[in-house]
């Protein structure tokens, strides 16, 4: 039997559970953005206008860290600018959730077992997602397209701007292929693909918030880390700008690169299993195992070592960038300004103000993971084993109290991690921040994201049924109001709602016991509360 | 002797279901009691609410002389539960699952679980996830059997056993019961439930239909009875308590109350009876007097088969 046999036909199972979600996606879209460029063409019939409006944007760094680069002053141009990093960014979780849930969801349910019996090659699940959808993006290509054009604006454009949705669409289905191949869950592999959405949304917002600005105001030259983003590229072909098509070839080369690798993972691991090897286990448990405790860290260490290994990448990476931050753009106030308000802080050292504001994001990393292990919970109660192991000994709260531990411990794993990384890499290009004070500032991000893990308990216990949307959206809102609350220029009052609000900006600022006093006992309470309520409640299996 | 189980007047409800109405159920000590109840009667909940696992509405229950939802971590160290849906770790080998279990229970035989594991034919190497049904409820059943524990409560444990499992699973229970282990099994086979239970609770629509051991059971319902005569029989049809009457010339075939037979024996006896078969009520037909909407025409169905 060949390695693809099957495929048109789980092809054609694909399209058809996703008959309704993917159409809607992309209608969806091509309907944001025609109304967008509908906007635009509404407010801006003018020339002078746009360059106004652009020349304002360039001079802020916040702008440019959400937006992107503006590109020109032409209608397109704008529309560009407004709708093209929301565009990339929509392409990319499209992609990254329909690979997940046409490969890795299948086998962790069954389905692909089933599937499997009925003669179906190794390589057909994989080879029948991506098809599937590296023809989403096409058709989702083709309608952004549709909407441009039929908004009036000039077609050559038109082609460039779907075109780079589409292939970045596609990159972003081949990172989430080696994904599904390297986690064992479909929660895990969507958790990565979706952190290596938002770093590369990160990362291209820093290049571009930190780059330079031509001699008409307008147009900005992206800095370097642009240029490792995979959501950096399709901008970087400048659509409705001075146009740099070859740019697109980058996202189809990742791609490529993805698919190979995902295929020689998947070449080595059996049909379910992650990469770990299979074949005869041990007969009898090890000791380590035999504990509430040892069990959740059993069934998080796969996960755990990834973010580990990602947290150490992130920080070598932020590290190595505070050269860039200080030589290129000491004297910018903007960027200063908007590192004091990424920070938390007002002025300090423009360097310190940056690492301050990476904590920032290295602790929201570290919430996501802590969130990501607690939602564990609630699959293992939820036609999980918990029925059976809540029927042992194990009392219900020491149940809870082992995958808390696992959260807040890896939480606290991976803060130290970046922030060693983070301070090493800043040394080896001449930094002089210390790895100590960066270890310290990552951990004292630490209480912000076990408040946001207290949360998921407290949820868990009190509406175990919405506790995966609830912590989700509990998440969202502590990162938009926390690390955001000052860009968007929200009030006080609204960014105290987040944890991360109330985080010294260390390496900005110093250190103070108060806030994460506050933090650990508003946590605490929190996760005993949730604890409480859990067992009063009914299992809700 | 105190009872190891006792409930009355159970109540639960999840929203507008009322999954329990008032259910009562008593099991002795060292006895093994059938749970018998059609789809959705409130078998599962039950058990559930006995480990502490549901909060029931109202009512009294009591385990091991505890109340399951105040003492459940020193009850559970006594006892061994079976679920009907057993999930385990994809990752974890059948192995690691059967130890982990026994040992958040308070401890595993190692000899027993050794001697388990051959006797259920489990390869305790294997993935969980490669498991089939059977051999996952294989693996929660040694969990179980190999600690050493006082009372059993096994949710149809062997719902995906084949017959070679089957009997391994009764020799077993056989055995937990001679060591003097209370056993409460929910089984949808009866073969199985008559071969080991020394008692047996009905239940329907969350509360108990029927309770006792399985002959007062046999004692509340009749007997099939298919008679041959040299003689046209005549006169059953005024006889008190014969039901479901088929009778044609010298051959007839009814059912007759416990309580009626002796009656109809002796009218039966003018007619030079030359051969006589009568068959206790199986649990099988039992539990359809109770199961169907119509258990009228359920007992109907079954005598005209036996009368054919
Ligand atoms: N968590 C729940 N939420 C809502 N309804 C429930 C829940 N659990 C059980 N029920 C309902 O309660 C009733 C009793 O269900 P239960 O599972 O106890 O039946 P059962 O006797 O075990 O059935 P079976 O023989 O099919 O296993 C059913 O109507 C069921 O739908
Ligand atoms: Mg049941």
């Given at each position: 039997?060949?390695?693809?046999?099957?495929?048109?036909?789980?092809?054609?199972?694909?399209?058809?559970r996703?008959?309704?979600?993917?159409?809607?996606w992309?209608?969806?879209?091509?309907?944001?953005?025609?109304a967008?460029?509908?906007?635009?063409?509404?407010?801006?019939?003018?020339?002078?206008?746009?360059?106004t409006a652009?020349?304002?944007?360039?001079?802020?760094?916040a702008?440019?860290?959400?937006?992107?680069?503006?590109v020109?002053?032409?209608?397109?141009?704008?529309?560009n600018f407004?709708?093209?990093?929301?565009?990339l960014?929509?392409?990319?979780?499209?992609?990254?959730?329909?690979?997940?849930?046409?490969?890795?969801?299948?086998e962790?349910?069954?389905?692909?077992?089933m599937?499997?019996?009925a003669?179906v090659?190794r390589?057909?699940?994989?080879?029948?997602?991506?098809?599937?959808?590296?023809?989403?993006?096409?058709v989702?290509?083709?309608?952004?397209?549709?909407a441009?054009?039929?908004?009036g604006?000039p077609?050559?454009?038109?082609?460039?701007?779907g075109?780079?949705c589409?292939?970045?669409?596609?990159?972003?289905?081949?990172?989430?292929a080696?994904?599904?191949?390297?986690?064992?869950?479909?929660?895990s592999a969507?958790?990565?693909?979706?952190?290596?959405?938002?770093?590369?949304?990160?990362?291209?917002?820093?290049?571009?918030?930190?780059?330079?600005?031509a001699?008409?105001?307008?147009?900005?030259?992206?800095?370097?880390?642009?240029w490792?983003?995979p959501?950096?590229?399709?901008?970087?072909?400048r659509?409705?700008?001075?146009?740099?098509?070859?740019?697109?070839?980058?996202?189809?080369?990742?791609?490529?690169?993805?698919?190979?690798?995902?295929?020689?993972?998947?070449g080595?691991?059996d049909?379910?299993?992650?990469?770990?090897p299979?074949?005869?286990?041990?007969?009898?448990a090890?000791?380590?195992?035999?504990?509430?405790?040892?069990?959740?860290?059993?069934?998080?260490?796969?996960?755990?070592i990834?973010?580990?290994?990602?947290s150490?990448?992130?920080?070598l990476?932020?590290?190595?960038?505070?050269?860039?931050?200080?030589?290129?753009?000491g004297?910018?106030?903007?960027?200063?300004k908007?590192m004091?308000q990424?920070?938390?802080?007002?002025?300090?050292?423009?360097?310190?103000?940056?690492?301050a504001a990476?904590m920032?994001?290295f602790?929201?990393?570290?919430a996501c993971?802590?969130?990501?292990?607690?939602?564990?919970?609630?699959?293992?109660?939820?036609?999980?084993?918990?029925e059976?192991?809540?029927?042992?000994?194990?009392?219900r709260?020491?149940?809870?109290?082992?995958?808390?531990?696992?959260?807040?411990?890896?939480?606290?794993?991976?803060?130290?991690?970046?922030?060693?990384?983070?301070?090493?890499?800043?040394?080896?290009?001449g930094?002089e921040?210390?790895?100590?004070?960066l270890?310290?500032a990552?951990?004292?991000?630490?209480?912000?994201?076990?408040?946001?893990?207290?949360?998921?308990?407290?949820?868990?216990?009190?509406?175990?049924?919405?506790?995966?949307?609830?912590a989700?959206?509990g998440?969202?809102v502590?990162l938009?109001?926390?690390?955001?609350?000052?860009?968007?220029?929200?009030p006080q009052?609204?960014?105290?709602?987040?944890?991360?609000?109330?985080?010294?900006?260390?390496?900005?600022?110093?250190?103070?016991?108060?806030?994460?006093?506050g933090?650990?006992?508003?946590?605490?309470a929190?996760?005993?509360?949730?604890?409480?309520?859990?067992?009063r409640?009914?299992?809700?299996? | 002797?105190?009872?190891?189980?006792?409930?009355?007047?159970?109540?639960?409800t999840?929203?507008?279901?009322?999954a329990?109405?008032g259910?009562?159920?008593?099991?002795?000590?060292?006895?093994v009691?059938?749970?018998?109840?059609?789809?959705?009667?409130?078998?599962?909940?039950?058990?559930?609410?006995?480990?502490?696992?549901l909060?029931?509405?109202?009512?009294?229950?009591q385990?091991?002389?505890?109340?399951?939802?105040q003492?459940t971590?020193?009850l559970?160290?006594?006892?061994?539960y079976?679920?009907?849906?057993?999930?385990?770790?994809?990752?974890?080998?059948g192995?690691?699952?059967?130890?982990l279990?026994?040992d958040?229970?308070?401890?595993?035989?190692?000899a027993?679980?050794?001697?388990?594991?051959?006797?259920?034919?489990?390869?305790?190497?294997k993935r969980c996830?490669?498991?089939?049904?059977g051999?996952?409820?294989k693996?929660?059943?040694?969990?179980?059997?190999?600690?050493?524990?006082?009372?059993?409560?096994?949710d149809?444990?062997?719902?995906?056993?084949?017959?070679l499992?089957e009997?391994?699973?009764q020799?077993?229970?056989?055995e937990?019961?001679?060591?003097?282990?209370?056993?409460?099994?929910?089984?949808?086979?009866?073969?199985e439930?008559?071969?080991?239970?020394?008692?047996?609770?009905?239940i329907?629509?969350?509360?108990?239909?029927e309770?006792?051991?399985?002959?007062?059971?046999?004692?509340?319902?009749?007997?099939?009875?298919?008679?041959e005569?040299a003689?046209?029989?005549?006169?059953?049809?005024?006889l008190?308590?014969?039901?479901?009457l088929?009778?044609?010339?010298?051959?007839?075939?009814?059912?007759?109350d416990?309580?009626?037979?002796p009656?109809?024996?002796?009218?039966?006896?003018?007619?030079?009876?030359?051969?006589?078969?009568s068959?206790?009520?199986?649990?099988?037909?039992?539990?359809?007097?109770?199961?169907?909407?119509?258990?009228?025409?359920?007992?109907?169905?079954?005598?005209?088969g036996?009368?054919?």
């Open positions: 039997m060949s390695a693809y046999a099957g495929t048109g036909r789980l092809v054609r199972l694909a399209l058809r996703d008959r309704v979600q993917l159409p809607v992309i209608a969806g879209s091509a309907v944001i953005l025609a967008g460029a509908a906007a635009v063409i509404d407010e801006f019939p003018d020339a002078a206008g746009r360059a652009l020349q304002g944007a360039g001079t802020s760094p702008v440019l860290l959400m937006r992107g680069t503006p020109g002053t032409d209608l397109g141009a704008l529309v407004r709708n093209l990093a929301f565009m960014v929509l392409a990319a979780l499209m992609s990254t959730f329909a690979v997940v849930r046409h490969t890795r969801q299948n962790e349910t069954g389905r692909a077992e599937i499997g019996a003669s090659g390589r057909a699940a994989l080879t029948a997602a991506l098809t599937v959808v590296i023809g989403a993006n096409l989702f290509g083709v309608a952004l397209i549709g441009l054009a039929s908004a604006l077609a050559g454009g038109a082609v460039t701007f075109v780079a589409a292939v970045t669409g596609m990159a972003f289905a081949g990172i989430a080696v994904g599904a191949q390297l986690f064992q869950s479909a929660r969507n958790a990565f693909a979706a952190t290596a959405v938002g770093v590369a949304y990160l990362v291209r917002g820093i290049g571009d918030a930190l780059g330079e600005r001699a008409d105001g307008v147009q900005v030259t992206s800095a370097w880390p642009s490792v983003s959501l950096g590229w399709g901008m970087l072909a659509p409705y700008g001075a146009e740099r098509l070859w740019v697109l070839v980058l996202p189809i080369l990742l791609l490529v690169a993805c698919v190979w690798g995902a295929f020689a993972l998947g080595r691991r049909l379910g299993a992650g990469l770990i299979e074949r005869p286990g041990p007969a009898a090890s000791r380590m195992l035999l504990s509430p405790l040892g069990l959740a860290w059993r069934l998080n260490r796969a996960s755990t990834g973010w580990l290994v990602g150490v990448a992130f920080g990476g932020v590290g190595s960038l505070g050269d860039v931050v200080n030589d290129a753009l004297g910018n106030e903007g960027v200063s908007l004091g990424l920070a938390g802080t007002g002025s300090a050292g423009l360097v310190e103000a940056f690492f990476m920032n994001v602790g929201a990393v570290a993971f802590a969130v990501q292990v607690l939602l564990r919970l609630r699959s293992e109660e939820a036609g999980g084993p918990a059976a192991v809540l029927a042992t000994a194990v009392g709260a020491r149940w809870v109290a082992a995958h808390l531990a696992c959260a807040v411990g890896g939480a606290a794993a991976m803060l130290v991690l970046a922030g060693a990384a983070t301070g090493l890499a800043d040394a080896a290009v930094g921040v210390g790895v100590l004070t270890v310290g990552g951990l004292a991000q630490l209480p912000a994201a076990t408040t946001v893990a207290g949360f998921v308990v407290l949820v868990f216990g009190g509406l175990p049924r919405m506790v995966v949307s609830l989700w959206a998440l969202v502590s938009a109001c926390g690390l955001l609350g000052d860009v968007f220029g929200l009052a609204v960014r105290d709602v987040s944890p991360f609000t109330h985080v010294p900006a260390i390496p900005a600022v110093d250190a103070t016991p108060g806030p994460i006093i933090l650990v006992v508003v946590a605490a929190l996760a005993a509360a949730g604890m409480v309520l859990f067992r409640r009914d299992l809700a299996t | 002797m105190t009872d190891a189980i006792s409930v009355e007047g159970l109540v639960k999840f929203g507008r279901t009322r329990l109405n259910l009562d159920l008593v099991v002795q000590t060292g006895e009691h059938g749970f018998l109840g059609p789809n959705g009667a409130g078998k599962t909940t039950t058990l559930r609410v006995l480990l502490g696992l909060r029931a509405d109202s009512g009294r229950a385990v091991l002389g505890g109340d399951p939802w003492d971590t020193r559970h160290r006594r006892l061994a079976v679920p009907g849906d057993v999930n385990l770790w994809p990752n974890l080998t192995g690691e699952a059967v130890d279990f026994g958040l229970r308070g401890g595993l035989d190692q027993r679980r050794a001697e388990l594991l051959e006797r259920f034919r489990l390869d305790p190497t996830r490669t498991y089939s049904k051999n996952r409820q693996v929660a059943l040694i969990a179980a059997f190999a600690s050493d524990v006082e009372l059993f409560v096994l149809e444990p062997t719902s995906g056993l084949d017959p499992m009997a391994a699973f020799q077993t229970v056989r937990v019961s001679a060591a003097g282990a209370t056993v409460l099994l929910s089984s949808h086979i009866f073969s439930v008559e071969a080991l239970c020394s008692k047996v609770s009905i329907r629509d969350g509360v108990t239909v309770s006792g051991t399985l002959a007062q059971l046999r004692h509340l319902t009749r007997t099939s009875v298919v008679v005569a003689q046209p029989i005549t006169g059953l049809d005024a008190p308590g014969v039901h479901d088929v009778a044609d010339g010298g051959r007839a075939g009814f059912d007759v416990a309580a009626a037979l009656g109809v024996l002796r009218h039966l006896a003018s007619f030079e009876v030359q051969t006589l078969t068959r206790p009520p199986t649990l099988e037909e039992l539990f359809m007097r109770h199961y169907g909407d119509a258990p009228e025409s359920a007992a109907e169905a079954t005598s005209a036996a009368a054919r």
